[in-house]
């Protein structure tokens, strides 16, 4: 990337992508980084019909007080540290991009999207693994709680990659919702 991306970035690049293809109504099916895109893409396009959201990020995390702790020792040390002795802070994703990225990644975590989830009018599939480290179950009952035309699906035994843990139930679920005719 030629500069850190904001989140608003990313939409406009899928946004002006969906308009340069003449696409008059679409549907999305969105994982984790992917759900931020739609969430926000959903309010600002009105081709855009229905939305699969799983293990979709952007809500505000519960956090602990240890977590507000460590950001505020990061950036007491940071301030009389050089960059290289600091390289133990961050989480595992974080500590593997270079620094444009590293930029980015900041921008787009810190941007929190309760609000845009809010205004979402779209009929919304939200599918999430029992077991979603990344995106806890209770992230996606406030998305479910958020979007008033929305259903929540938790599936048995899934991780954050639920659709690949059990995709036969995944696939089942989200063809139903398109509206293939598939019961579940």
Do not use: W
Request: net charge positive; hydrophobic share 35%; no cysteine.
């Amino acid at each position: 990337m030629p500069y850190p991306y904001s989140l608003d970035d990313y939409v406009h690049e899928v946004f002006s992508f969906i308009t340069n293809l003449n696409i008059e109504r679409y549907d999305v099916i969105a994982h984790s980084f992917g759900g931020r895109i739609a969430i926000k893409l959903a309010n600002i396009d009105n081709r855009l019909d229905k939305i699969i959201l799983t293990g979709s990020a952007g809500l505000k995390p519960k956090r602990k007080l240890s977590y507000y702790l460590k950001v505020y020792l990061y950036k007491i040390l940071k301030r009389i540290l050089s960059e290289d002795k600091l390289k133990n802070f961050g989480s595992t994703e974080y500590k593997t991009l270079d620094s444009v990225m590293k930029q980015s990644y900041v921008k787009i975590v810190n941007e929190y999207l309760d609000k845009n989830a809010k205004l979402i009018k779209n009929k919304t599939l939200i599918i999430n693994g029992e077991n979603d480290l990344e995106t806890p179950v209770y992230t996606a009952k406030r998305l479910n709680k958020y979007i008033e035309n929305s259903t929540l699906k938790i599936i048995k035994n899934a991780s954050h990659f639920a659709f690949i843990d059990d995709y036969l139930t995944f696939n089942l679920l989200s063809r139903e919702f398109l509206g293939e005719g598939y019961d579940v």
